[in-house]
């Protein structure tokens, strides 16, 4: 099974700033990548599918890249409703398997 | 508007079988793959079961193969999760996920229900 590792664990962020989260496969899952934002009590809601394709509905401000073994999702201009849990996960080899999650939370 | 709406989950002992149901609707649900995703309390993201739109392929996680079976019923626009010999670690929220692709046999998801808890506890 390939293991999705995202980092930081948990991201201190001002509102008005720049998200920088990472996940790493281990192994090349080439670009089937897609990243999740879920809020306390809330469904996950897809954001990128293809490691930088963003879903619908999705702001301009949320954008992915990465290909292979190693991705980034970036938040510029953090806004108050962004503040989340954070999940990549890799849908290229069964079976799909999700990272831990990054918590992005008010600094 | 696509909704997807769990139900079935509950209080059950070791051992236990139960059955989860998700209604669907706003989509033609018989042209979509449909999944199971699973959080336990506090915990992360695991995938658990998958299903084609066609029922022609069904997957599972090591972590539950041998005591699940997804199906479907394209006529009542219904998945469900029949769950047999359940362990302490099975308790989770499990949510019902929907494909992105029609007639495409994707495993990520555009679309997901609030989920029904399952609580194996004795």
């Known amino acids: 099974e390939i293991v999705m590792t995202q980092s930081p664990a948990t991201l201190s962020v001002s509102p008005g700033g720049r998200a920088t989260l990472s996940c790493r496969a281990s192994q090349s899952v080439s670009s089937n990548l897609a990243w999740y934002q879920q809020k306390p009590g809330q469904a996950p809601r897809l954001l990128i599918y293809g490691a930088s394709t963003r879903a619908t509905g999705i702001p301009a401000r949320f954008s992915g890249s990465g290909s292979g073994t190693e991705f980034t999702l970036t938040i510029s201009s953090l806004q108050s409703e962004d503040f989340a849990v954070y999940y990549c996960q890799q849908y290229n080899n069964w079976p799909s398997t999700f990272g831990q999650g990054t918590k992005v939370e008010i600094k | 508007e696509v909704q997807l709406v769990e139900s079935g989950g509950g209080l059950v002992q070791p051992g236990r079988s139960l059955r989860l149901s998700c209604a669907a609707s706003g989509f033609t649900f018989g042209e979509y793959a449909m999944h199971w995703v699973r959080q336990a309390p506090g915990k992360g993201l695991e995938w658990v079961s998958g299903i084609s739109w066609n029922r022609g392929s069904t997957d599972y996680a090591d972590s539950v193969k041998g005591r699940i079976t997804i199906s479907r019923d394209n006529a009542k626009n219904s998945l469900y999760l029949q769950m047999h010999n359940l362990r302490v670690e099975d308790t989770a929220l499990y949510y019902c996920?929907?494909?992105?692709?029609?007639?495409?046999?994707?495993?990520?998801?555009?679309?997901w229900g609030q989920g029904t808890l399952v609580t194996v506890s004795s």
């Open positions: 996920a929907k494909a992105p692709i029609s007639g495409d046999y994707v495993w990520y998801f555009d679309y």
